[in-house]
C-alpha cells in the first residue's frame, strides 16, 4: 500500500535471489493500476547465479503454487518444465550483481522502499549495524525499510520502528 502512495516509486530488494520478489513486487503494482513507467524495482544480489536466474526469469510450478491462475496466465508462459515471465510486463526492473559493503552498492541511487529478508540474520551486531546504516544512506527521506520476521536490527539512529496490523516496518528518521 505504501508503493501505491508514492509517484514513480523506486524499490530496493535486497537481496533478491532468484527473483521471486521482484516480479512479485512488479504484479502486485500493475494490478492495482500502476504502469511499468509509473515505479522501478532493482534486485540486487552477491550472487551471480541467482542474479542470472533472476534475469531469466524462469520458475517451477513449485515457485509459483501459491500465484493464482489468471495471474500465471497473464504474466507467463508455460512449457512442460517452467513458467517463463512475459518480459514484455516486466520493463521497469532490473537486476545487478553487488555487494552491499562495496561502493557500488552506494551508487545505486535513492529508494523510497527497501524490502530485506533474511539477509541480517546472517551478520552479527556490527554488520548489522553496518547493514542498516547502508540502506538508510540509500533510502530517501521517511523512506520504508521492510525486514524478514528473523532479522533484527540493533538499537540505532536511522529508523523508527512502527507496527501495522502485525505488520512490522522502519521508517528512516529525519
Known sequence: TFALAIPNVKILCAPCASGEEVYSLSMMLQERRREPR???????????????????????????????????????THDDRYYGVKKEYFTSIAFTQVNIFEQE???????????????????????????????????????KLFLGHADIIPENNYFTKY????????????
Open 38 to 76: 509509473e515505479f522501478s524495482i532493482t534486485g540486487i544480489d552477491i550472487n551471480s547465479e541467482a542474479i542470472d536466474k533472476a534475469q531469466k526469469g524462469l520458475f517451477s510450478e513449485r515457485s509459483l503454487h501459491k500465484l493464482d491462475a489468471r495471474l500465471k496466465e497473464k504474466y507467463f
Open 105 to 143: 552498492f552506494l551508487a545505486l541511487g535513492k529508494f523510497d522502499i527497501i524490502f530485506s529478508r533474511n539477509m541480517l540474520i546472517y551478520f552479527d551486531d556490527d554488520f548489522r549495524l553496518k547493514t542498516i546504516e547502508r540502506f538508510a544512506t540509500l533510502l530517501k527521506p521517511e523512506g
Open 163 to 174: 507496527t501495522d496490523n502485525r505488520l512490522s516496518y522502519y521508517v528512516k528518521k529525519p
